[in-house]
């Protein structure tokens, strides 16, 4: 049976009294949780309207039915007959209140700063949506955004929701060809960019990256280009570029209006950046994935009016739209910054947090073992006594790390909201809700509204064993499909348990209802017929002295099937490599026993990692057996590949 951890927060009446979730017990008269959550799988119709009731969601017309499953739970379509714009939600109603209330709060690395209040945002949007329309742009057209996290993007992103378009993100730090690939493939008219910004003091020129992809691609018929560097030699080609200020003076005010949107109509395809294989076009729909992750953070982080949050995405990842959005549906001020979260000090986080009386701010467990490896002192010079929650998502944690981050940045008394779900179901999956008690590194729900279950490899539902994370029923959020690739997209999803959808991660849950997650089931270790996480292994040894981080692959293996080996980055130059690796090797042998020997441990500078902070472990395989990585245009620190793969042993040698 798997250790689902000790309890390390207990709620209190602060975090439950007043929150959107108590609301919606009361609205749907349930005073326990379980039977909320009950009642959200079994009556989600009853569930989904309370809730948007709750969080104040405007429709321009009523939904008529809640779901359509005619074409099977692949396909569903929800809030049918109705007609809405996510961006009235999100900007025009606070607009029409609040004006004044801040909604974007910005800086970078260099120190410049700026704030968007709703009226400011409405305002822009609205010239914006007239400029896109000057542009051609209609109902159902993509628009590429290839920007860094500034106030434009929040402008840009809201206007092309506004304006009916599809909103296309992409990495910040893509290369001309990941570039070429994402507008080629969703057929984008219009691309929104910058001249480029600055990540731990390096120059990222963006605009001369667009130029060379757009060199590749047929169908953008004009660029949007927003000088946030403030560079004067930018290059701009007549006739098809123009600046921001042009754009927004390009249409008349009177066409600024916002659209009204089919529920079901796409607002948003996101990619997916593999490792292996072309990503993935995910595609989300205006009564999907804001809902669905306005809910999440309303329902698990109680994030509302009068809350403040730090987030580090970038905006070509799931988080950084999908969050923004979300919270401006809450009508809460979103601190966002362009750079690298610890650069130019260890205590740039914290120094947000302080100086914006962040009420939330959003960490990844990578992030924060980064950031622990500086002390406590740069978090201790710092202010966080307004902080209320501290939301994480993006891997597994190791224990070490969540407790010293509970310790050390929550004081004992603040809560860690664990998170996971993905780009593909528009949110989170499992979460924390703040009226139960919380595990170390654990989840102490499925989140309300997600019918979640772990399966063996015969689709027997498990309890208290490690198998696969499944969806039973489909739910608000889920994507609609690939974009122009519908097979693709059930045989990823749907066909090997008929009718449930397979998430890809290793999961168990005990009978008292906490949840942990172990990594990609598609990374998964089998040794001798033994199948481990790769995180179950990589918090083993995090826990070892002179380790500062870890990753656990498995190679083929003539006798075993498998073996395992493990890359560590050292905790300084120092460090003696023998005597990590008998650590390492004792304590692998203690905790998970002598199956788990590994056959090699390499200790190398750097592990690559994407820059929301996920470890890419197929990467490190391809590059340690020296097979094809596939796709790695969303990786933070590519260069950290070579060490890998100088560490990989010649065929004739096997596995060292």
């Avoid at 990503?279 to 109680?302: E, I």
């Avoid at 539902?461 to 198998?467: A, D, I, K, R, Y």
Wanted: glycine share 10%.
């Amino acid at each position: 049976m798997q250790d689902f951890g000790r309890v390390v927060w207990e709620p209190t009446p602060e975090y439950f009294d007043g929150s959107h979730l108590q609301a919606v017990m009361r609205r749907l008269q349930v005073s326990d949780y379980d039977d909320l959550y009950r009642l959200s799988i079994d009556s989600p119709d009853r569930f989904w309207k309370a809730t948007i009731e709750d969080i104040g969601i405007e429709w321009m017309e009523p939904y008529q039915q809640f779901v359509d499953l005619t074409a099977g739970p692949e396909w569903a379509r929800w809030f049918v007959g109705g007609k809405l714009n996510i961006a009235q939600s999100a900007v025009s109603r606070w607009a029409r209140s609040d004006p004044r209330r801040v909604a974007v709060a910005w800086e970078d690395e260099r120190g410049r700063s700026a704030r968007l209040t709703y009226g400011e945002l409405e305002r822009e949007m609205t010239r914006l949506v007239a400029g896109l329309r000057a542009l051609g742009v209609r109902k159902g057209d993509t628009v590429a955004m290839f920007v860094p996290m500034c106030p434009e993007t929040a402008v840009a992103y809201m206007a092309i929701v506004a304006a009916g378009g599809i909103c296309v993100p992409m990495f910040s730090g893509y290369g001309e060809g990941a570039v070429a690939s994402r507008l080629t493939g969703s057929g984008a008219q219009v691309l929104v960019t910058a001249d480029g910004f600055h990540r731990r003091g390096r120059w990222i020129p963006m605009k001369e990256i667009a130029d060379r992809a757009l060199e590749a691609v047929d169908g953008v018929r004009a660029v949007i280009v927003i000088p946030h560097g403030g560079m004067p030699d930018t290059p701009m080609r007549s006739g098809r570029d123009l600046w921001w200020e042009e754009a927004l003076a390009a249409g008349s005010p009177a066409v600024g209006g916002l659209e009204p949107m089919d529920p079901n109509d796409p607002l948003m395809t996101l990619y997916t950046s593999g490792t292996t294989a072309r990503p993935k076009g995910t595609v989300h729909v205006h009564g999907g994935m804001p809902l669905k992750m306005t809910q999440d953070l309303a329902h698990c982080m109680n994030t509302g009016e009068g809350s403040v949050t730090v987030f580090t995405s970038d905006f070509g990842w799931l988080a950084g739209p999908g969050a923004l959005v979300s919270s401006l549906n809450l009508g809460a001020t979103s601190v966002i910054y362009t750079g690298a979260p610890d650069h130019p000090g260890p205590d740039q986080v914290w120094k947000l947090v302080e100086k914006y009386r962040a009420t939330h701010v959003w960490l990844p467990p990578t992030l924060v073992r980064a950031l622990r490896n500086h002390g406590e002192e740069p978090i201790r010079k710092h202010d966080l006594s307004s902080l209320k929650v501290l939301p994480s998502t993006g891997e597994p944690w190791d224990t070490d790390t969540y407790l010293w981050y509970i310790d050390v940045v929550g004081q004992r008394r603040l809560p860690v909201s664990n998170y996971i779900g993905g780009t593909e179901v528009g949110g989170g999956i499992l979460g924390c809700v703040l009226n139960r008690p919380i595990t170390a590194a654990g989840f102490n729900t499925a989140i309300p509204g997600v019918a979640a279950d772990v399966f063996d490899d015969t689709g027997r539902s498990l309890t208290g064993e490690v198998g696969e994370l499944v969806i039973t029923k489909p739910y608000v959020g889920m994507t609609k499909a690939f974009w122009n690739d519908p097979e693709r997209y059930l045989e990823t999803y749907w066909r090997r348990f008929q009718g449930v959808w397979l998430h890809g991660d290793w999961a168990a849950r005990s009978e008292a209802g906490q949840w942990r997650i172990y990594g990609r089931s598609d990374d998964t270790i089998k040794v001798a017929g033994k199948r481990f996480g790769p995180a179950e292994i990589e918090e083993v040894v995090l826990t070892c002295a002179g380790v500062r981080d870890a990753a656990a692959i498995g190679v083929p293996d003539p006798i075993k099937g498998s073996a395992l080996v493990v890359m560590v980055v050292p905790a300084g130059p120092e460090t003696d490599a023998a005597e990590v690796r008998a650590t390492i090797e004792k304590a692998l042998d203690t905790a998970l026993g002598r199956v788990m020997k590994p056959s090699a441990i390499h200790l190398v500078a750097a592990l690559p990692y994407t820059r929301t902070a996920k470890l890419m472990r197929r990467a490190i395989r391809a590059a340690y057996l020296g097979t094809d990585p596939g796709d790695l245009s969303g990786m933070d620190n590519p260069e950290a590949l070579e060490a890998v793969a100088a560490a990989r042993p010649s065929a004739a040698a096997g596995v060292d």
